[in-house]
Every structure is written in structure tokens, then in C-alpha cells.
């Protein structure tokens, strides 16, 4: 067997993820903080739980352990908020699907676009990655 | 003797499944992609495999946050359709190969990849959808299938090295198999997409074909590229491509390319498909 057989710190490793513009990469820290939001999310894969949850968002919040934060996070659907708090877009995607959103407009309202003009820039061929790999390399 | 006979690559965006359940793969959107696929489908057609070890992720479908298995391995007789928030998708039942399944799991372990072994296990769009764009919508699907999950979502998922050697151990194990299989190995998922935080959207051509192209031929620098180059070059979710190098490890040192197609976008997504035969 040849290559780089994991040498490298784990410290190092998460170090770098602060530095992408714009993203929340999932790590161990944010999958702890963000456990209940995403189980919750999670429930709603069930016709049952989603009919509860439209019913009463609040009541149905409250039936989990979440911060006030993240509660007033998803009733207010800031998606970003979510990530913030701990949020995984996969977890979260059954809440838009609840709203009946496709994902290519939930996750146009992370961007600071509107859906029409997201499409436009996903039709053109996408967000260039020039700028935006490093905040520290600026490119 | 069981022998891998070939590797495809393909996205596994959900709104390709979309697009053939709803019947919408001949509108102006849909039709460039299920085109670019259409050598392969009728390639698949001829080939017929016995076994499809399908290399996927699920996107928290029938994995939640309560165990999250690094690398997974279905063991069983046949996995349900995930109910992915919607209800499940309108396909056949996917068929198991318990007895090869059994004995990759346990040749692999016997090589130090300390595999979870499931038996029990629905499957969501990261599986079914490359089945629907390599097979179309047959009654029963043609091939048995070993599904093997990977977790790309919560960090650190396995790095391109790892996933590589996996490839190779189990190249090695399918060889070791008594019975005449022709098995073909998937991999799934990427090519460039970021679907969360303000700089959702993100495609990067350039990069995805130095992808493609790094596939092809007896190079394995692939294996070397570390996730922060995934995640700064190809989108959060461009990570999904490492299970892609499971994949290409498994064809041996040289490999030969049928098929390549790239398209931009589906959805969010740049789609990427590629077809290899050991060379």
C-alpha cells in the first residue's frame, strides 16, 4: 500500500475549515450542538410527524431538547441561522421538503440571491470558485 | 471466479429520479443528461452483470445522527426504498448478493478494513438514482447489488487513500470468490456542488476534469488530493467524489476509459459520469 496514511493532526486538520468563505463545514463540534435540531429535522421523514409539526410548530419544537435559538431559527426558516447552530443541510432538506421547497430553492435562500437569480447563475454554469476558495489567500 | 470487470462513475442528484419517475427526461432540461447516459444504458444492456457493488452515501434517509458508520456494508437479501420525506421512490426492491456480500465483509476485515456490517437497510436517492440512469425503468432491476455506504456527511469522512485501498482489498476479495460472477463496481455521487451557506452554487469545471482525466490511465494521484482541497475547489459537498477512488482502486494499477460525460448543471450540481475497464 502507498500514500499518506493519516499523519496529519486532527487539530490542524479541523484549523483549516475556518478558512473557506461562505461554507459551515460539518464537524464533530457542530454535529454535538447541532444533535437535537437535526433529529428533529429528521422526524419529519414521517407523514404522521409532518401533519403535527404544520399543525402547531411551536407545540412540536417545544417536544424537543433545542435552544430558544434554534427554535426561533427554524420557525423563522433562516437556513443559515440552522448551520450556524449546528444544523446539516441533509437533516435540514426535510424541513424544506415539508415547506414543499425543491433544494435548489431552500438553498438559494443561504445565498444572498433571489431563486430566479440563482437559477440564472446555476444555468450559466454555476458560482465560480475564483475568490472564494480562501479568506486568508483572498483567491 | 469472481472478477471486476468494470467501474462506472456516475452524480446521484435526486432530481434525476425526479425527472424519471415524473416521466420529464425528454424535456429541454432533463434530455442533454439522460442523453449523455444512453451509451451507457445500452452498454449495460450488453454487459449484463451478475453483481453491482454500488459504493453510495445516504443523505440522512436511512442513517440519522445516531450511528454513523464509516464504511457499511448491505449483507442482506434485498433493501427497501427509503420514504425520503415525500414517500418512496416508484422502483423495484433492490436485490442483495448475501453470499458475496458475506465474504467481502469478511475477506475485508481478515485485510484490516474494519467493515459495519448491515442487514438490515432501506436505500435512499445516492443508490436508486445511477440505477434508474444505467437501467431505465424496468420491472425488476437486472443486477444483484452490495451496497456500500460511505459517510461523506459528518467530518472526518474517510480520506481519498483510504477509500483507495478499500477499492484494492476489495478487488482481492471479489477475486477470491469460488463463484463465475461478472462484477462491476460503482461509484457515486459529486461531481462539484456546494448546497449550503452563502456560497452555495459553487461548480468548478476546470477541477471536476482534472478529476475525470486523473481516473483514467496508471496515475494514482487521486488518491493523495486531502478533503480541504475537495471542499475549497469543489463545494462542500464536492467530498462525495472520494467515493469515487474506491472505485478506481478496485480496477488495479491501469485503467481505460469507454465513456465520459459531463454536463453542467443539474440542480445545484455539476453531473459527472465516466466508464473504466481494466487496462
Known amino acids: ?139 | 471466479m469472481a472478477k471486476i470487470v468494470a467501474g462506472v462513475a456516475s452524480s446521484h442528484v435526486p432530481l434525476l429520479g425526479v425527472a424519471v419517475d415524473q416521466g420529464k427526461t425528454q424535456d429541454d432540461y432533463f434530455k442533454p443528461i439522460f442523453d449523455g447516459y444512453e451509451w451507457t444504458r445500452e452498454w449495460e444492456a450488453r454487459e449484463k452483470p451478475d453483481v453491482v457493488i454500488l459504493v453510495y452515501n445516504d443523505h440522512a434517509s436511512f442513517f440519522d445522527m445516531k450511528i454513523i458508520p464509516t464504511f457499511a456494508i448491505g449483507c442482506g437479501e434485498r433493501f427497501n426504498i427509503c420514504d425520503e420525506g415525500w414517500g418512496p421512490r416508484p422502483v423495484p426492491v433492490v436485490e442483495g448478493h448475501p453470499d458475496l456480500a458475506w465474504h467481502i465483509a469478511q475477506s475485508l476485515i481478515l485485510d484490516e478494513f474494519d467493515m459495519t456490517v448491515v442487514n438490515e437497510m432501506d436505500v435512499d436517492h445516492g443508490l436508486t438514482v445511477p440505477m434508474s440512469m444505467m437501467f431505465g425503468q424496468p420491472d425488476k432491476w437486472p443486477v444483484k447489488v452490495v451496497p456500500l455506504a460511505v459517510n461523506v456527511v459528518t467530518y472526518p469522512p474517510p480520506s481519498g487513500n483510504r477509500c483507495w485501498a478499500l477499492g484494492e482489498a476489495i478487488k482481492r476479495a471479489v477475486e477470491s470468490f469460488p463463484e463465475d460472477l461478472n462484477v462491476q463496481i460503482w461509484g457515486t455521487g459529486g461531481m462539484s456542488h456546494q448546497i449550503q451557506g452563502p456560497r452555495a452554487g459553487l461548480i468548478n469545471q476546470e477541477w471536476d476534469n482534472m478529476f475525470l482525466d486523473g481516473l483514467v490511465g496508471d496515475s494514482d494521484a487521486l488518491r493523495h488530493i486531502p478533503h480541504i482541497e475537495y471542499l475549497r475547489e469543489t463545494g462542500s459537498e464536492g467530498i462525495e467524489m472520494v467515493m469515487w477512488l474506491i472505485m478506481r482502486g478496485a480496477l488495479g494499477r491501469q485503467t481505460k476509459a469507454l465513456r465520459r460525460f459531463y454536463h453542467v448543471p443539474c440542480s445545484n450540481t455539476a453531473i459527472g459520469h465516466i466508464v473504466l475497464e481494466p487496462a
Open chain 1, 1 to 139: 500500500m502507498s500514500g499518506t496514511l493519516g499523519k496529519q493532526s486532527i487539530h490542524e486538520y479541523l484549523a483549516q475549515f475556518d478558512d473557506i468563505p461562505g461554507t459551515r463545514v460539518y464537524t464533530a463540534a457542530r454535529a454535538r450542538k447541532g444533535y437535537h435540531l437535526n433529529q428533529f429535522a429528521m422526524s419529519l421523514m414521517k407523514p404522521e410527524n409532518r401533519t403535527r409539526f404544520k399543525a402547531g410548530e411551536r407545540a412540536y419544537l417545544d417536544g424537543w431538547p433545542l435552544t430558544e435559538e434554534q427554535k426561533q431559527a427554524v420557525l423563522a426558516r433562516d437556513y443559515n441561522r440552522m448551520l450556524d447552530l449546528g444544523g446539516n443541510v441533509y437533516f435540514l432538506s426535510k424541513l424544506f421538503s415539508t415547506d414543499g421547497l425543491s433544494f435548489a430553492e431552500a438553498v438559494s435562500s443561504m445565498t444572498d440571491m433571489t431563486f430566479e437569480q440563482y437559477k440564472a447563475m446555476m444555468n450559466a454554469g454555476g458560482r465560480s470558485p475564483e475568490g472564494v476558495r480562501s479568506i486568508e489567500q483572498g483567491n
